[in-house]
């Protein structure tokens, strides 16, 4: 399973450390947002006052400069034949689930209530870094993507290169913030704010290459019991950021939860795309010099 | 049931996790689908209020199907007892038990009793009144029984006055078709239920019930959990590992502040508080309020052991041990009952500590109107609350009714510590007192609870050094003095925890309950605590991690009584003393040593009583109690299926309707419960109820509730940003099927009208409010969350406004869960314009006083 990335491990030497991340397995989340209250309060970020959005339980909307982890809470009306069977309710109406070991999650009575904590991923291919002229983007130690708010200069490059909507500029300072996955803790051999006060362990940090592994015992399990709409969200490298240092256990469809289905390393074609204008430039170039040595023949 | 855990108690929720990833299966009874529904294997949606209906249903299958646990009920239960031929069920009186008396409102209760009993509770007690509650329905925790048995009991339980035949009666006409139809849920629902209950239930398995303030705010509050009791009972789940009944609070020391109580009608340990005719002396008081068997035999050693705790040297035989220093208590003052004697201008001065009635209490406007009769108020807090500035700033002033100048109560404001800034325990609902550590000092001028009660106190003792009077003789002789510390000088709450735990007259430290003595020889602040403070060492403090000990993890913290972490845990073992099962061997009787064992935990039962100890007859205290009859803190030592004491309204839980329904009773004649308090008068009117004109006007069913953003009156909550961003304004939920009969549009305004106030709220519709079908009719739920008030970073009306004052007899606690109300689409009206709306509704509903 690929880990590495072209600044990390390499470049650390000795100093590296094994790649840290998050594995936020939403069929245990409970919705409560001690996450987002952990993460502001140990990161001093801001308030961010929206109003009533209507929008399920959720107003704080989405990721952004003032809100580093975020809480979707997806409502579901589901028809009542939908189960068909295979559901968890009713196999935990015939008592299979105890077999199993896993019974119904946000589920019931025609309605389905999904929950899930979003955060920056973290990505192995990270446009933002790829595109920071500054270097205030890096690759840590610990294979994760720091903004240096002493460094960034809020040119804003990165913003638009992000392919979930990340990274965005503080409107009152002009820079860019977002999750640093706890770096500081980190450096102090401490698990960041969000896992640490997620009261049913939906967050899970630790090294990536294992939380992949517990993953996937996680999801086989589900399966077992019938979900089969569990699926991993960003947790091997098939996918056009190569990987993520934070992914999900989801419920449903990513676009449900409002992640995009099929993210893509926004920098990744760029050398091929200045390929292509390179070639046309020289065929462009050909073919004037063709045109005036021709007209001149 | 009655709890949202997973939004209320989200840390606790966790257990709740790894049980069902255990394989535990969790079933969530609640009238909306909440984040705790979401969690759950099944979800049953039914009407608020009609929690006894559900219950009761269950209850009924698991005696009509024969499910109960046989052994179980017939050792440990007073199922076997026969009671008084006198006794008349709601089935013979249409709705009523024996005992009524319509003149007062409330029962006799000498027909409730065991057959062969004297017609009373202990001490000649022949009248359960709410009014005098103080050594009455709490105080009672028994009769006299002669060597700890009732004197006629059938161990078939087939004689037709034995407790499980007239529960099978009682609760007979509870089928799953007639819950149905109350609950507004399926007829296979309560089958589910009760089938997951008793299949779950007997030697090889348990079942737990989780409750909190959705059982308790009702009229019916204390009579939904003894439904629960019964049922718990019936299927074997008391006193095992995995069972019994968890009362989720409030707040998070809740538990704590009912052990040693904030409350007006109890001493520490759940003593009654004195009456003032019935109880002139020490020993009148022991024989009216402790029964003479079982561990409240004990009365006596407690009651001194408290007296030489607060009164120390002053306290001897020859004054009684200073029992007449204690308050006494002549009526109804709780909460309520003080507001409206308050409003009435009969109280002068209030000390407000943690608590913000002008939000938080039902009928905030009533609640206003009395703060504005006080002299003077003190509020402590954190910040100034809607009730430090109901003076200046509140709806009321919005609407012109008051001004600033036309309040004349005078109000100091003091700044609170916040519970890291100050050392002390919190007791969970296991009754598990952990100690926490303050992490750093209160800023400015805040300060502990403790810290300002002390030099208070010691400001009252200065004043009255030189009093002759005797009424200052109690403030005068307290004990009163702790070793202080810290800047802010600060009595040592170790030092607070030591006097609780007692010690004998040589200064030496208790063990348990089972040391005090009422020779004056023992002090002790708190008899169940007794021995928190162990060998000079405050157990509550132990924290090894649940990963260097056992699964009971009974180094961590400590819990009364003789930190047992499972009370009642004798049950865990059949009544020969052998596990019921291996899988769910906890406490046995071990021949070889002669004495109960365990697991891990301490048994709460004598040590080594033996399974087949027989009482002699003229045993007193636990001596009475005999080797098979786990229920120590009753006189005959049994788990009661029925309440032959201590409850105002009723022995058995019966269903009624609440204070305001869109329904009628279709259990019985008797529509609500006949001793719930209500209070009808300008301020506080009553809407009718279905079946009496007016009744349409208020069709809806409102219910409020707490959400996880936020904590309760909102004012630790809206005034820190990272919360109040979370819920930033006042909402409702209703369901799709409601919005579009109203006209209620999803993200706008609704106005929810009651015949006490107007209040506005943004519109959520939802699919996880489901209107419910009920006596052939659709019922509509109006949620709502009552965090909002004036101050803060988000502010917003306060769906308390809109309640009334209907309370439990029992516990007086009021119904906040179920009343009725109106919702209209739009913003509600401004000023004077709110209160003619109100009006409106009024005259309309035909509601006078």
């Not at chain 2, 407790?163 to 296979?188: K, M, N, S």
């Not at chain 2, 004990?298 to 029992?323: H, I, P, Q």
């Not at chain 2, 008068?681 to 279905?690: E, F, G, L, M, V």
Request: aromatic share 8%; with cysteine; proline share 6%.
């Amino acid at each position: 399973m690929k880990l590495e990335v072209h600044t990390w491990p390499a470049t650390y030497g000795e100093q590296a450390q094994p790649r840290m991340g998050f594995f936020t397995d939403t069929s245990i989340c409970i919705g409560c947002k001690a996450c987002e209250v952990a993460c502001k309060e140990w990161n001093h970020v801001p308030m961010q006052l929206q109003g009533f959005t209507g929008n399920s339980y959720d107003n704080s909307v989405d990721l952004g400069a003032d809100r580093w982890r975020h809480v979707a809470f997806v409502e579901q009306r589901l028809p009542a034949d939908a189960t068909d069977g295979g559901s968890l309710v009713q196999i935990a109406e015939r008592g299979a689930a105890i077999d199993a070991g896993v019974q119904t999650y946000q589920e019931g009575d025609g309605v389905r209530w999904l929950m899930a904590s979003d955060v920056c991923k973290h990505c192995t291919d990270a446009a933002c870094l790829e595109v920071c002229p500054t270097g205030s983007l890096f690759r840590t130690e610990f294979g994760t993507v720091v903004v240096q708010e002493d460094v960034c200069n809020g040119c804003g490059y990165c913003v638009p290169a992000c392919p979930f909507g990340v990274l965005d500029k503080r409107e009152d300072d002009g820079r860019v913030w977002k999750c640093t996955l706890c770096y500081d803790r980190l450096r102090d051999d401490q698990e960041p704010a969000c896992a640490q006060a997620c009261p049913t362990n939906s967050i899970q940090f630790g090294e990536l290459d294992e939380l992949r592994e517990r993953a996937d015992r996680r999801l086989a399990r589900l399966r077992d019991a019938g979900q089969d709409q569990a699926r991993l969200y960003l947790a091997d490298e098939d996918n056009g950021i190569h990987g993520a240092g934070a992914f999900f256990l989801l419920l449903d469809e990513p676009e449900v939860y409002g992640l995009p289905p099929d993210p893509v390393d926004t920098v990744r074609d760029l050398g091929s795309i200045w390929a292509a204008a390179g070639a046309a430039a020289l065929a462009l170039g050909a073919g004037l010099a063709a045109a005036v040595l021709g007209g001149r023949g | 049931m009655g709890s949202n855990m997973a939004e209320q108690h989200p840390v606790g929720f966790q257990w709740v996790i790894e049980a069902k990833e255990r394989g535990a299966k969790v079933i969530h009874v609640d009238p909306r689908f909440t984040r705790t529904s979401a969690m759950a294997d099944r979800h049953v949606s039914i009407r608020a209020g009609t929690d006894i209906a559900f219950l009761g249903g269950v209850i009924n299958y698991v005696l009509a199907h024969r499910r109960w646990f046989t052994d179980y009920v017939r050792h440990y239960t007073n199922g076997p007892v026969i009671l008084k031929p006198e006794f008349r069920d709601t089935e013979d009186e249409a709705g009523f038990f024996s005992g009524w008396n319509p003149d007062d409102g409330l029962y006799g209760i000498d027909t409730w009793g065991y057959d062969g009993t004297g017609g009373e509770t202990a001490g000649g007690k022949t009248e359960q009144t709410a009014d005098v509650s103080g050594d009455q329905s709490q105080g009672a925790h028994g009769m006299d029984l002669e060597g700890g048995e009732p004197p006629h009991y059938d161990d078939t339980m087939e004689h037709e006055r034995c407790v499980l035949q007239v529960l099978t009666r009682h609760f007979a006409r509870y089928t799953p078709e007639a819950v149905a139809d109350i609950c507004g849920c399926a007829p296979e629902d309560v089958v589910a239920v009760a089938e997951a209950m008793a299949e779950n239930s007997g030697r090889e398995r348990t079942s737990a019930v989780v409750y909190a303030v959705g059982w308790t705010q009702h009229t019916v509050g204390v009579q939904n959990i003894r439904a629960a009791s019964i049922l718990q009972l019936l299927l074997g789940n008391i006193g095992r590992p995995g069972g019994g009944i968890l009362a989720l609070r409030g707040h998070a020391n809740i538990q704590g502040s009912t052990d040693i109580p904030t409350l007006y009608d109890i001493l520490p340990g759940y003593i009654p508080m004195p009456h003032p005719q019935r109880n002139p002396t020490l020993d009148t008081f022991v024989a009216e309020n402790g029964p003479a068997t079982g561990a409240w035999g004990n009365l006596r050693s407690y009651m001194v052991s408290l007296l030489k705790a607060w009164w120390g040297e002053a306290a001897t035989e020859d004054n009684d041990y200073c029992f007449g220093h204690l308050p006494r208590v002549d009526g109804d003052h709780s909460h309520y009952a003080m507001m409206l004697r308050m409003l009435d201008g009969g109280v002068q001065g209030m000390l407000c500590v943690g608590q913000n009635p002008a939000v938080g209490s039902a009928n905030s406007g009533l609640m206003r109107a009395a703060l504005a009769k006080l002299d003077w108020l003190v509020v402590r807090d954190f910040q100034p609350t809607e009730t430090a500035l109901f003076w200046r700033d509140s709806p009321d002033h919005e609407d012109g009714t008051v001004t600033a100048q036309g309040i004349d109560t005078e109000v100091f404001f003091l700044p609170a510590a916040t519970h890291v800034e100050k050392d002390g325990s919190f007791t969970n609902t296991q009754r598990l007192l952990q100690w926490r550590e303050k992490a750093c000092e209160p800023p400015g001028d805040a300060r502990s609870e403790t810290q300002w009660i002390w030099h208070l106190g010691c400001i009252i003792r200065e004043k009255l050094a030189d009093s002759e009077d005797p009424r200052d003789r109690p403030i005068r002789e307290l004990t009163w003095a702790y070793p202080l510390e810290g800047r802010d000088a600060e009595p040592d709450p170790d030092a607070v925890l030591a006097e609780i735990s007692g010690c004998r007259a040589d200064g030496t430290y208790l063990d348990s309950y089972d040391d005090l003595q009422d020779d004056g020889s023992t002090s002790c602040g708190s008899w169940i605590h007794c021995g928190v403070y162990k060998d000079g060492v405050n157990q509550s403090a132990r924290k090894k991690p649940g990963t260097e000990q056992n699964w009971i993890a009974r180094e961590w913290g400590w819990a009364w009584p003789k930190d047992t972490r499972i009370i009642y845990n004798r049950a865990s073992a059949d009544p020969d003393g052998r596990p019921w099962s291996e899988r769910k061997r906890y406490v046995w009787w071990d021949e070889t040593s002669g004495s109960w064992t365990s697991l891990g935990d301490g048994p709460d039962f004598p040590p080594t009583k033996a399974p087949d100890y027989d009482p002699p007859r003229d045993a007193r205290g636990l001596a009475a109690i005999a080797g098979d009859k786990p229920f120590i803190l009753h006189p005959d030592g049994r788990g009661w299926l029925y309440s032959p004491t201590g409850l105002t309204d009723g022995p058995l839980p019966a269903h009624y309707e609440p204070q305001e329904s869109p329904f009628v009773n279709a259990l019985y004649g008797q529509q609500q419960s006949p001793t719930r308090q209500t209070y009808p008068r300008d301020k506080n009117p009553y809407h009718p109820s279905d079946g009496v004109a007016g009744a349409d006007v208020f069709p809806f069913v409102l219910s409020t509730y707490r959400l996880t953003e936020h904590h309760t009156a909102g004012s630790m909550s809206r005034t820190v940003s990272y919360l109040a961003e979370l819920q930033p304004e006042f909402f409702c939920e209703v369901s799709p099927q409601l919005a579009a009969e109203r006209g209620l549009r999803h993200g706008e305004w609704a106005t929810i009208v009651s015949a006490r106030n107007a209040v506005e709220a943004r519109v959520m519709v939802t699919d996880r409010i489901k209107p419910l079908r009920v006596q052939g009719r659709v019922m509509h739920l109006v949620g709502a969350p009552y965090h909002w008030g004036g101050v803060g970073i988000v502010t917003g009306d306060s769906a308390n406004e809109l309640l009334p004052l209907s309370l439990d007899s029992n516990v007086h606690i009021s119904e906040y869960k179920v009343s009725t109300c109106d919702i209209q689409a739009g913003r509600r009206p401004r000023g004077p314009a709110r209160v003619a709306l109100v009006d409106s509704y009024r005259r309309r509903a035909g509601v006078r006083e």
